[in-house]
């Protein structure tokens, strides 16, 4: 099986920073997509930054400039650095990532969520 582990969530002031990590780990074959969602309270869940396994990255406009999305492909790892913190960025992210295994064809896995509050 393939498991998701989230950590880097926190609370910050405006204007701080965060690095968010994710790791995958179990039977991993092979990993395609990996991306960062997130989820306001209320609000539906938006993707953020996706990185394809070549590397190119596609961000949502209110992350460009301030979010970078990059992967370590050696760990299974896929990270945020999150600047220059708006609160309006508040809110539950997740990570996703495409899995392949020697029995399963690529398929989504989800990561617990972590918290990122900001306080104005």
């Known amino acids: 099986q393939v498991q998701l582990v989230e950590s880097g969530g926190g609370l910050v002031q405006a204007g701080g920073s965060l690095r968010l990590s994710c790791a995958a780990s179990?039977?991993?074959?092979?990993?395609?997509?990996m991306g960062w969602y997130r989820q306001a309270p209320g609000k539906q869940r938006e993707s953020v930054a996706a990185i394809t396994s070549g590397g190119s990255t596609n961000y949502a406009d209110s992350a460009k400039g301030r979010f970078t999305i990059s992967r370590d492909n050696a760990k299974n790892t896929v990270y945020l650095q999150m600047n220059s913190l708006k609160p309006e960025d508040t809110a539950v992210y997740y990570c996703n990532v495409d899995v392949a295994t020697l029995s399963r064809r690529y398929s989504n896995y989800w990561g617990q969520g972590t918290q990122v509050t900001v306080s104005s």
């Open positions: 179990g039977s991993i074959f092979s990993i395609n997509v």
